[in-house]
């Protein structure tokens, strides 16, 4: 599905299909990923896990945390 939205802000949702040919290439083109996003996720802190093959099989995102004395005093809030 594509969102649309028409000249007076209203949205609509429409197949790609039943867009042209060269409106479907235009939206294809658009939500191609800018730079690697597995580069992204490494230069962010998370682990990545490849196969002999050079796939990625697994991603950690959440690190331990070193507790620090302020840390231990005032937890961060879990609501």
């Known amino acids: 599905m594509v969102t649309l939205r028409r000249a007076d ?13 060269e409106n479907q290439n235009n939206v294809l083109a658009r939500r191609q990923p800018k730079g690697d996003p597995i580069a992204a996720l490494e230069k962010t802190g998370a682990r990545v896990q490849r196969n002999e093959q050079g796939e990625v ?3 950690r995102l959440i690190q331990a945390v070193p507790a620090t004395a302020r840390r231990v005093a005032h937890p961060p809030r879990s609501d």
Not at 9 to 21: D, F, N, Q, T, Y
């Open 9 to 21: 802000g209203k949205r609509i949702e429409v197949p790609l299909a039943k867009l042209s040919k």
């Open 57 to 59: 099989v697994g991603v």
